[in-house]
């Protein structure tokens, strides 16, 4: 018997028919493009124009989900429904959101008052939260109560590693991640930075290596340094618009080196990508707890 529903939004970088095949309800999050307000419908064939528009020289502006955003998405699953609701944000390092998913508890339960809806940080990006969305979905399915996902989540998401890379910071820098100078240097150089996730999501620069295969090649020995039983895992990688036949080297060389038992491929959708533009590459896996 199902107990609660999962919900959170489309920055979590799951395709909207995968989230629609695991019952996965994510919120559309806004952004802006050419002065046109959009939604973030995770649609691969939107990311594709989206980034075609970036490389064109738009600057898209993003906006979080308000807590009167999350009251009115929150109240449509609990009238359709009638079940608790477990929402895995976007980590609070990176944005507001789960400030504002607080303050629409409190206001929730003054036109739901029996509602039981439980935020988890997830101290992550992009489809880093979406592998506790699908977690949290495993759970749901196998009849666990929204506590018992609840708890498990929260001891679960610091095992989680993420290392990208990208050869244009410029969008980085826009986004205030990265100095013009660093941005002057590292063009010039040919300087591919490493980023990852500290413990509270806060991303890091961790590296900077010259050469995008150099780059991917240093992420891979990462990864094998890191990773716990990836034969009984999937490693997941997400990509802002990179060349078909990059992405899937990317994934053929983590599971042919590192012995994953499979991968799942996924578009940086507008929400993540407004701030992280074309070009960015990153894999997500289980691996030694992010303590740094």
């Not at 559309?28 to 990311?47: A, F, I, S």
Request: glycine residues 6%.
């Amino acid at each position: 018997m199902v107990k609660f529903c999962v919900a959170t939004d489309s920055g979590c970088d799951l395709p909207a028919t995968f989230c629609k095949e695991r019952s996965i309800y994510a919120y559309p999050m806004k952004y802006t493009l050419e002065n046109t307000e959009y939604q973030d419908m995770m649609d691969p064939k939107d990311c594709l124009e989206f980034y075609n528009q970036m490389r064109n020289g738009a600057v898209p502006h993003t906006s979080q989900m308000t807590p009167f955003d999350f009251v009115d998405f929150w109240s449509d699953l609990l009238d359709r429904f009638k079940l608790p609701i477990v929402h895995i944000a976007l980590g609070s390092a990176i944005s507001g959101t789960f400030a504002n998913a607080k303050i629409a508890q409190d206001l929730i339960l003054k036109s739901h008052p029996e509602a039981k809806i439980y935020v988890v940080d997830s101290t992550l990006a992009s489809i880093g939260y979406g592998m506790l969305c699908i977690w949290a979905a495993d759970m749901r399915d196998e009849g666990k109560t929204p506590e018992e996902c609840v708890e498990w989540l929260e001891k679960q998401k610091i095992f989680i590693n993420t290392y990208y890379t990208t050869n244009d910071l410029k969008y980085l820098h826009r986004s205030g991640r990265v100095s013009k100078a660093g941005v002057v240097v590292a063009t010039a150089l040919s300087i591919n930075p490493i980023l990852n996730l500290d413990k509270e999501g806060h991303l890091i620069v961790r590296e900077k290596v010259r050469g995008r295969k150099k780059a991917f090649n240093r992420i891979y020995e990462i990864v094998e340094e890191l990773v716990i039983n990836p034969q009984d895992q999937i490693v997941y990688i997400c990509h802002s618009d990179c060349e078909k036949n990059e992405v899937e080297a990317f994934s053929n060389t983590l599971i042919q080196r590192i012995g994953f038992k499979d991968s799942f491929i996924s578009y940086i959708g507008p929400t993540i990508g407004a701030h992280s533009g074309p070009g960015l590459i990153a894999a997500f896996f289980t691996g030694q707890p992010r303590f740094m």
